[in-house]
């Protein structure tokens, strides 16, 4: 069983920037891909990045050269930089491995 839990959301002015964590314990990443999701009020989850073990990435149009996913394999730690913010980034992000979810961190783009 894995257990996830994502931290470094707060509250950021537009253009701001912010790194998100995701710290998996016990069985940890291992060599699963991981991503990160995020979910606005009254919209669905949706994709935000990817990394697989070998740190190849996909990401989402909307934040296509504003994101940086990385990971450290070491450390079981998938990370999230987050630059050139918008409010509409504005979410709950989660981190994702496989079927396990972290309960999420907010993230809030407001002047």
């Known amino acids: 069983q894995v257990q996830l839990v994502e931290s470094g959301g707060g509250l950021v002015q537009p253009g701001g920037s912010l790194r998100l964590s995701c710290a998996a314990s016990r069985s940890g990443f291992g060599t699963a891909v991981v991503g990160w999701y995020r979910q606005a009020p009254e919209n669905e989850r949706e994709f935000v990045a990817s990394?697989?073990?070998?740190?190849?990435?996909d990401y989402a149009d909307s934040v296509t050269g504003r994101f940086t996913i990385s990971r450290d394999n070491a450390k079981n730690m998938v990370y999230l930089q987050m630059n050139s913010l918008k409010p509409e980034d504005t979410a709950v992000y989660y981190c994702?491995?496989?079927?396990?979810w972290g309960k999420g961190t907010l993230v809030t783009v407001s002047s």
């Open positions: 990394i697989t073990y070998a740190s190849s990435t």
């Open positions: 994702r491995r496989g079927g396990y």
